[in-house]
């Protein structure tokens, strides 16, 4: 079983409005974005965490170049920043939505997140009207 954050806008209150649906967020480790870091952040239309990934990337590249690194090490340092990035990605998803204005309002678990977002609209039947 997974668990998963449910953020709702601020001024959502306890219901939604007609069209606005929460954003659920799963927690732990993030494969897609450890695969597809900047594609991953882009899809979740998180701007500026794109940009500072591709940065951070180029630069760590850029660095171990101009170090002199071997190959092997050039891949493991590329696999490190992967698995950072795949183990931090939804906290840092959680961090953009609270600045967006989005409030965490509950935790779900589920085996997905289909199912995470039934639980919750099966516990709270008022917000889905």
């Excluded at 954003?23 to 965490?49: D, N, Q, T, Y």
């Amino acid at each position: 079983m997974k668990l998963y954050t449910v953020h709702l806008p601020a001024g959502a209150g306890s219901g939604l409005a007609p069209g606005v649906e929460p954003v659920l967020v799963k927690e732990g480790f993030c494969w897609p974005a450890a695969i597809f870091s900047v594609f991953w952040a882009l899809w979740h239309r998180l701007w500026m965490l794109a940009l500072l990934l591709l940065l951070a990337s180029a630069a760590i590249e850029t660095g171990l170049a101009a170090l002199g690194a071997d190959e092997a090490f050039r891949v493991a340092a590329s696999l490190g920043f992967a698995l950072f990035v795949g183990g931090t990605a939804n906290d840092w998803r959680r961090y953009w939505l609270a600045r967006e204005g989005y409030r965490l309002c509950d935790i779900v678990g589920a085996r997905n997140q289909d199912d995470a977002f039934r639980r919750w609209g099966d516990a709270q039947p008022s917000a889905l009207i």
